[in-house]
């Protein structure tokens, strides 16, 4: 089945999760942390807009069973780079190890710009 990932399989069958479940998952363990931002991101996004930045912000894949998740993000401006990349990729870690029982591999974090508010 196209877009999924198959995360357990046993004698009742397989569990699959699609890809854009993940990316949402992702996008909101990241925007969880200080200093994490989306300058797309305004107040009440709708579902539909948040979809669309799943799809441009975040890439998974699924490598010898294991997770990999490439990440694009904006920092806000006064928050230092490297602590807030490093707080998301342990965040989206936590998160979505915890969700889905999967192994997690690399979490790239690429940030393309600078929120100034």
Do not use: P, W
Not at 6 to 12: I, L, M, Q
Not at 28 to 54: H, I, P, W, Y
Not at 95 to 115: A, Y
């Amino acid at each position: 089945m196209k877009g999924y990932i198959f995360f357990a399989d046993n004698k009742d069958g397989y569990r699959a999760i699609h890809s854009s479940a993940i990316e949402m998952m992702t996008l909101m363990a990241a925007l969880s942390v200080k200093g994490c931002g989306l300058s797309e991101v305004k107040k009440g996004v709708d579902l539909e807009t948040f979809n669309r930045l799943g799809k441009r912000h975040v890439e998974v894949d699924v490598v010898d069973q294991v997770l990999q998740i490439r990440l694009a993000i904006d920092i806000v401006h006064g928050h230092a780079v490297d602590k807030v990349a490093y707080a998301v990729q342990k965040q989206v870690k936590d998160e979505v190890s915890h969700s889905l029982g999967m192994k997690i591999g690399e979490i790239d974090i690429i940030v393309e710009n600078i929120i100034f508010n």
